[in-house]
């Protein structure tokens, strides 16, 4: 994302701007134009990569119409974030395991503070059901619950990108989760050699 700036002096002033007058941290200039009838330069700042940014500008080759170079201007910070959140879900159950467990408690996470609806269609299970989902906290966290239907693999996974975080970038989808269920009790059958002719169940 690129930002569109504006220098603005206050007074007439004559001169050109360029690209060697900004004292920039992690970001790029251009697009730089003026001034016009009320002294103001435009530019467009564009920044590098996430983290800090900061642009100042240094323009002594600005002057007023009495020959009065400029001091430096205030400083502009800011964090630019373009790397999206990461959904990740965790269930208290290990993936690949089997369990008898027919409600588990699940998490979503995205390392960062989140925030949006996180809703049942936002989730793609087989042979389960999601409910009571509920979040997020201040650290980016929802809960859910997930129920089982039948004995065999269950298997769970999201794509939520109306998630966004605090840039406003869009969530990536959550690697799918599985595990197997099993809750049927095993019943011992006895076999005996040779089998006795009057033998019965």
Known sequence: MS???SVAFGETVTGTLLSSDFKLTNATVSDISGPNATGNYSFTLTPVAD???SVEIIASGITDTAGNSFTPSNPITFKADYT???AVISLNV???SVTNANKLNGKVTFGEPVKGNLSVNDFTVVNA???NISGPDANGIYTFNLNP???G???VSLNAPSITDLAGNSATPASPFDFT???SSATPTIFLNPVPNNASN
Do not use: I, M, R
């Open 181 to 183: 269920f099993d809750n």
């Open 149 to 151: 239907t039948a004995n």
């Open 129 to 131: 059901t999601v409910s």
């Open 51 to 53: 983290g800090k940014v």
């Open 3 to 5: 930002f569109f700036g």
């Open 94 to 96: 290990v993936a690949g």
């Open 84 to 86: 999206p959140p990461a």
């Open 153 to 155: 693999l269950v298997a």
